[in-house]
């Protein structure tokens, strides 16, 4: 299973929205629905975002919204706050029990 | 909650074998799969495993294949990771995670704190 691509970082001043994509996201089906994002602060475990490719978990702010496309999925952060500052990762399920993470994205709010 | 907790912090030697330990509670550990990853310093997430906790298949990333074990207790409902023949670039923190086998995206919804594992002579 090829690794996923995004992009090395993303920066955005506060209450902005930002994008980061995640190309190759795309399972043995050919689409997208298996993704889900990670934000990971510094020293800590990564947490789930977004799951399915669009859905949050309960408890995650609806500031962070995913979408799918073919093989492309995005993560966007609206009303950019100082503490969404983190790396992010997506991840997909590639089939026969294996996952694939993409390189990672920084978010630096400027 | 449920938090998976992780046993702690290793230094190995190069060559030897590591077994992190990966207690979860605060659910039925027979309903849910556990996978590995890791991460290198200053690098990202790399998938290592996966493990059934209902019969103990497994599936490794190929890059792992031969080097690495992965074992549940059903008992005390507890994983646990295995790798051998230790390498300087097997530095890392390796994570424990719950895989939500009940959504179609299998996301991986809980997550151990960490157990950082230091290969050094």
């Known amino acids: 299973q090829s690794a996923l691509t995004q992009p090395a970082s993303v920066s955005g001043s506060p209450g902005q929205s930002i994008t980061i994509s995640c190309a190759g996201a795309?399972?043995?089906?050919?689409?997208?629905?298996?993704v889900s994002w990670y934000q990971q602060h510094p020293g800590k475990a990564p947490k789930v975002m977004v799951y399915?490719?669009?859905r949050r978990p309960s408890g995650v702010s609806n500031r962070f919204s995913g979408t799918k496309s073919g093989s492309t999925a995005s993560l966007t952060i609206s009303g950019l706050q100082a503490e969404d500052e983190a790396d992010y990762y997506c991840?997909?399920?590639?089939?026969?029990?294996?996952?694939?993470f993409g390189g990672g994205t920084k978010v630096t709010v400027l | 909650q449920v938090p998976l907790v992780q046993s702690g912090a290793e230094m190995k030697k190069p060559g030897a074998s590591v077994k992190v330990s990966c207690k979860a509670s605060?659910?039925?550990?027979?309903?849910?799969?556990i996978t590995w990853v890791r991460q290198a310093p200053g690098r990202g997430l790399e998938w290592m495993g996966w493990?059934?906790?209902?019969?103990?298949?497994?599936n490794f990333a190929q890059r792992l294949q031969g080097r690495l074990t992965m074992t549940t207790d059903t008992s005390t409902s507890t994983g646990y990771m295995e790798l051998r023949s230790l390498r300087s670039d097997d530095t890392a923190v390796y994570y424990c995670?719950?895989?939500?086998?009940?959504?179609?995206?299998?996301?991986?919804?809980?997550w151990g704190q960490g157990t950082l594992v230091t290969v050094s002579s």
């Open positions: 795309r399972d043995d089906t050919g689409v997208s629905n298996r």
């Open positions: 991840c997909s399920y590639a089939g026969g029990n294996t996952w694939v």
């Open positions: 605060g659910y039925t550990f027979t309903s849910y799969g």
């Open positions: 995670a719950r895989i939500n086998d009940f959504l179609s995206g299998f996301p991986l919804d809980h």
């Open positions: 399915e490719g669009d």
């Open positions: 493990i059934s906790t209902k019969d103990n298949n497994t």
